[in-house]
């Protein structure tokens, strides 16, 4: 069975960083390109960023580009997103997703002084 | 970046009847090279991830019930539920994995009438 678990989210103030991390087992992670996907309460799911299945192309959409980095690590079987400079609307649930079909529940980031 | 952009936003369904909801790309998702429309469907209820139901664009993923199909063209897709069931109350999301930003549509939330 695939297993997507995130964590590192948290409460941070303006101007902060975070690191989440995204562990996946039950698959062959190093063979599928993953994502960050996120959702403010209450508004609809907003894709994040993205990166290859050998971590050597990465992408991002434009609200974060800049201050968002995605990396991977597949001998950990694990997806990474640094987020810095964080702002009030970068407030979310973040999902990590594996070749659309595999979700995790999930970690909030809560960007408030 | 390719806009998705969903029709309508609420819809409210009787039981046993057939729901419709609209997907528009902002620009073509079909591959030359595989002639694959790179379109998916999610389904979200409260408090869970979102769950995928369908990929390029009318392939149901398994374990999803014969009553979900998809279909569509290169810019214009639907999703439709052929007899509304209690449990598909929830928000439902395409998604555009074509270019290496990929992109959501805002969400449709299906009731029951």
């Known amino acids: 069975e695939v297993q997507v678990v995130e964590s590192g989210g948290g409460l941070v103030q303006p101007g902060g960083s975070l690191r989440l991390s995204c562990a996946a087992s039950g698959l062959t992670f190093s063979s599928y390109a993953m994502s960050w996907v996120r959702q403010a309460p209450g508004k609809g799911l907003e894709w994040v960023s993205g990166?290859?299945?050998?971590?050597?192309?990465?992408y991002y959409a434009d609200f974060v580009k800049g201050r968002f980095t995605i990396s991977r690590d597949n001998f950990k079987n694990t997806l990474y997103l640094q987020m810095n400079s964080l702002r009030a609307e970068d407030t979310a649930l973040y999902y990590c997703?594996?070749?659309?079909?595999?979700w995790g529940q999930g970690t909030l980031v809560t960007v408030s002084s | 970046d390719i806009v998705m952009t969903q029709s309508p936003d609420s819809l409210a369904v009787s039981l046993g009847e057939r729901a419709t909801i609209n997907c528009k790309s902002s620009?073509?998702?079909?591959?030359?090279?595989?002639?694959?429309?790179?379109l998916a469907w999610f389904q979200q209820k409260p408090g869970q991830p979102p769950k995928l139901l369908i990929y390029w664009a009318s392939i149901r993923e398994s374990g999803v019930p014969d009553r979900f199909s998809g279909s569509g063209s290169e810019t214009d897709f639907t999703l439709t539920i052929s007899s509304l069931q209690a449990e598909d109350v929830a928000v439902y999301y395409c998604q555009q994995y074509y270019s290496s930003v990929y992109s959501f549509g805002q969400g449709t939330k299906l009731e029951i009438k």
């Open positions: 997703e594996s070749a659309i079909r595999h």
């Open positions: 620009q073509s998702v079909l591959s030359s090279s595989n002639n694959q429309k790179y």
């Open positions: 990166i290859s299945e050998n971590g050597g192309s990465t």
